[in-house]
């Protein structure tokens, strides 16, 4: 159903509305000021403190200034004082030309809350022009029979100053024939006529020189004179008449220079020299003698300088025709400027806050701007907006000001800064519009408290651990900036007020981690749940709590016991425990040694990337596989260590995935090898343990084939049979599969086809085919004179998605007494190749330094153990109870680990086998 539209009352009730809202914030006096041209910059001009009805203080505390229609700084205002002083010598001659009286429209600006006050400035004129003929030597032509009493037009002074201060009078230097005469032209101007008072007599006196003067009213008065030669001529009797008393004509103000204004005609009944007409401007300004001229013969008014409506929207023309006894003809031109939108609209930022907080109540004013354009009518209206889907609304305040304001609070954590673009656009034809944009920060406010990672945590730790262990960590984010985001973690007090959690763990107040302050003791405490808090350090400062599980593993810390629940120690003869000290307890060492390595090594299932895959892309979840949780990984030390000790991968501690850490080259890893494995370890401690795992890195199609020359040529006898075959050097491409090269094809050709072999190695090289028997004399384009301009084309493409090829000239030779000529298989130089004997020699030599590592590490464990039996030995049968020390064995040969591997061995009393241990 189509909306229905509005009817006059409502639109009218719209109208009234902006109307009230405008005239809410404007003052409905108008200020008035005067100050005489030229004075000096500075100047004193009024106090506005009592027009604007508050104190000075006020006036910059609301930011109070002064802003011109045309946006020039002719006043400044005096915040300090509320004095408003000349800023800089004005000029009413420039700023207002003729029009008087001559007033400056401006308006006094206060913030907060937004008021305006409308003033006007009125310059006063003061007499500091001259007036000046445009023509020092005025030539003028009578007839000798011209009758007493006619008037002669003359050439009027121009005088930039109006009033009293413009022209005021004419004088003429005494004589017998003439005396002067003032008429008042259409626009208040006087100008001077020349009245005869006797008949010329040409015989007697054929020249005049008359001296003109004009004169201001100024104090003093100024003056200004010009030469005035009269020729007497022989009599015509006959003025030029115009076809037209007025001629009126419009143009568009963006008419091209010499453009055809208008062209004029007159006409003269008499005849030779006396009908000759000379057309010409008379009683013109000096603007109009530098856009206009008027050609002397044809009448044609031509354009000389470019049309602005907006400076001026008129012309009134005086033109007059001369004939060749200088009588006249008058006629006026009125031209009319038509406005074309030749100017855009305008925009002035008057104030801008920025930044401003996350927490601002709506309708908070962000920037105050004014808009103009200088056209006229439609070209001058204009339509202001901003962009789509921003919280800010622009509201008209008065005449053409606008502001701009929020429209709901805003949100730092969802965006912190807006470009706001200002369109201004008019409604003429074509439009014009002017874009101007602003930034707005939005300032952090302490909105958003500390959220935990996790909202609980499972730590693990051993008991009977060293004093001031690193147990875990915990982690909090907080969404604001700066302060509101610096994070503080601390302990919260437990449920139990019994429990001295103080002493039993402790928290890093900047990163959380998580320590424990002395050995914990499995049978006493198996779990131990205690709170955590992060807190911001915003004002009023936001916390969030997060529950810490610390598990204790249990370790065999006690000695066994008999039903009485005494201690007990299994003994035997001296010679049998000194023997078996000596011998069998450093084998049982050894043998446990290499269990826990065998154990602790398992082999997982493979996965599978493709190469090029962008860094830090998503492989699998190691946490998930190898069935541990994620929390254990950062307690445990879990790292990832690759086989060729480069980084190709990274694991996520936190969530437990297996990331790719560089990009991969399948061709550089492995080469021609296929398929391409890459193994790693994820290795972990406490306790150790080793998970083997593959990694299949699949083949793209990065790698176009590649002919090994640029040209190949071949030699063939002009007696070759057909069905011959010409083996020719195969492309190498670097990818396999099916992205290595499939075909060979060659451009059709009557006389050869190329056929595509299988190598040993399963490469494809091309056999080149001889179809139709060749004669040196019948084929003379390939003879050896002309065969570099006749070629063969072989092309070569592999399967990959998308294809791609290589191409290679066969230059061919058809010559006379060689033999059959021969090219060796590809085959050939790959089993050149795998014949190199350094290669061999290099395995060799890195399975030896293997071997060679491997048993002096197990060289060096071996004897260790026997100094620690020696030493057992020799100090007696008694056993000590405690722990044997223990040393830390790096099986990845990293030398990373950093925990100690213990082994308790301690003696049962009683009767029983004597050569038993425990361990």
């Not at 201060?165 to 101007?189: A, C, I, M, W």
């Amino acid at each position: 159903m189509e909306p229905r539209e509005k009817s006059p009352q409502q639109i009218r009730q719209v109208l009234i509305f902006f109307v009230c809202l405008g005239g809410s914030l404007v003052c409905s006096e108008n200020w008035r000021f005067s100050v005489a041209e030229e004075t000096e910059t500075g100047s004193f001009i009024a106090n506005v403190v009592k027009d604007v009805g508050s104190g000075v203080e006020d006036l910059a505390a609301r930011r109070a200034r002064v802003i011109f229609d045309d946006y020039k700084p002719y006043l400044w205002l005096d915040q300090q004082t509320g004095n408003l002083l000349l800023n800089e010598q004005l000029d009413r001659e420039a700023l207002c030309d003729f029009t008087e009286p001559c007033v400056l429209h401006f308006q006094v600006l206060l913030e907060n809350p937004l008021q305006f006050f409308r003033a006007e400035l009125w310059v006063r004129d003061i007499n500091d022009h001259t007036p000046t003929f445009l023509d020092k030597d005025i030539l003028l032509k009578i007839q000798e029979g011209t009758a007493p009493g006619t008037s002669f037009q003359m050439e009027s002074a121009q005088d930039l100053d109006v009033g009293k201060n413009g022209v005021q009078n004419y004088t003429l230097s005494p004589n017998p024939h003439f005396h002067l005469k003032l008429e008042d032209s259409d626009e208040g101007r006087k100008y001077p006529e020349l009245v005869l008072d006797q008949s010329l007599d040409r015989e007697k006196e054929p020249e005049l020189r008359l001296t003109l003067t004009a004169l201001d009213g100024g104090s003093p008065p100024r003056s200004g004179t010009a030469v005035v030669r009269v020729l007497v001529l022989d009599i015509n009797d006959n003025a030029p008449e115009f076809q037209s008393p007025l001629y009126e004509v419009q143009i568009p103000e963006n008419s091209p220079l010499d453009s055809l204004v208008v062209k004029v005609s007159a006409t003269d009944l008499d005849t030779g020299i006396n009908g000759e007409l000379s057309y010409s401007f008379s009683h013109i300004s000096r603007d109009i003698r530098k856009t206009f001229e008027i050609h002397p013969v044809s009448g044609e008014v031509h354009l000389k300088a470019l049309l602005d409506f907006e400076l001026i929207q008129s012309y009134m023309i005086n033109i007059q025709a001369i004939d060749g006894g200088s009588l006249t003809g008058k006629s006026t031109i009125l031209i009319r400027v038509l406005d074309v939108n030749d100017n855009p609209p305008e925009i002035v930022i008057t104030s801008l806050t920025s930044p401003i907080p996350e927490n601002s109540s709506p309708e908070m004013v962000v920037a105050v701007f004014g808009v103009r354009d200088q056209d006229s009518e439609d070209n001058g209206k204009m339509v202001c907006s901003i962009q789509d889907n921003l919280p800010f609304l622009l509201k008209p305040t008065f005449k053409n000001f606008y502001t701009l304001v929020t429209e709901r609070p805003l949100d730092r954590e969802t965006r912190t800064e807006y470009n706001i673009t200002i369109t201004v656009t008019d409604l003429g034809t074509p439009r014009l519009k002017t874009e101007h944009n602003i930034t707005v920060i939005v300032s952090d406010v302490n909105d958003n408290a500390p959220a935990f990672t996790q909202t609980s945590y499972t730590l693990f730790v051993r008991e009977n651990n060293s004093p001031a262990l690193h147990i875990g960590s915990v982690s909090a984010t907080d969404r604001d900036a700066g302060a509101n985001a610096q994070v503080t973690y601390s302990l919260l007090p437990p449920q139990d007020p019994q429990l001295p959690l103080a002493s039993l763990v402790s928290i890093n107040a900047d990163n959380g981690q998580l320590f424990a302050l002395r050995a914990l003791d499995y049978e006493a405490l198996r779990v131990l749940e205690f709170g955590v808090g992060a807190v911001d350090r915003g004002s009023p400062a936001l916390s969030s709590p997060a529950l810490v599980l610390l598990a204790r593993t249990d370790c065999q810390d006690r000695l066994p016991t008999d039903p009485t629940g005494t201690p007990t120690l299994k003994t035997s003869g001296v010679g049998e425990m000194e023997a078996e000290e000596q011998r069998f307890p450093i084998l049982r060492q050894v043998l446990l040694l290499f269990v826990f390595l065998a154990q602790t090594w398992a082999e997982h299932e493979g996965y599978s990337v493709v190469e090029e895959t962008a860094t830090g892309s998503f492989v699998a979840n190691l946490a998930k596989d190898i069935g541990l949780e994620v929390g254990m990984l950062s307690w445990r030390r879990a790292r990832v260590i690759v086989n060729n000790n480069k980084k190709h991968f990274q694991l996520n501690l936190q969530t437990g995935d297996l990331q790719v850490n560089e990009k991969l080259d399948r061709e550089e890893l492995c080469g021609p090898t296929e398929p391409c494995m890459l193994q790693f370890q994820v290795l972990l401690e406490e306790p150790l343990e080793v998970y083997r795992f593959k990694l299949l890195v699949s083949d793209i199609n990065d790698n176009s084939p590649v002919f090994p020359e640029a040209e190949m040529t071949l030699k063939i006898m002009e007696n070759t049979l057909p069905g011959t075959l010409f083996p020719l050097k195969n492309a190498q491409d670097l990818d396999v599969g099916i992205n290595n090269i499939q075909k060979y094809t060659i451009y059709p050709n009557s006389h050869f086809h190329v056929l595509t072999r299988n190598g040993s190695e399963g490469r494809k090289y091309p056999e080149l085919v001889l179809d139709k028997a060749l004669d040196r004399e019948e084929q003379p384009e390939l003879s050896e004179r002309d065969a570099a301009k006749h070629r063969l084309l072989v092309l070569v493409k592999d399967n990959g998605e998308p294809p791609l090829s290589a191409s290679v000239t066969l230059h061919v030779l058809l010559v006379d007494g060689f033999s059959q000529p021969y090219l060796p298989l590809p085959e050939a130089a790959a089993d050149a190749a795998q014949a190199d004997p350094l290669t061999v020699y290099l395995v060799i030599a890195l399975a030896s330094m293997s071997s060679l590592f491997l048993f002096s590490v197990l060289a060096f464990v071996a004897v260790k153990l026997c100094r620690r039996g020696r030493a057992a030995w020799m100090s007696g049968s008694s056993v000590p109870e405690g722990h044997f020390p223990g040393h830390l064995v790096d099986v990845s040969g990293t030398g990373t680990l950093s925990q100690n591997y213990q082994y308790e061995v301690y003696l049962t009393g009683g009767s029983g086998n004597t050569r038993e241990f425990k361990f």
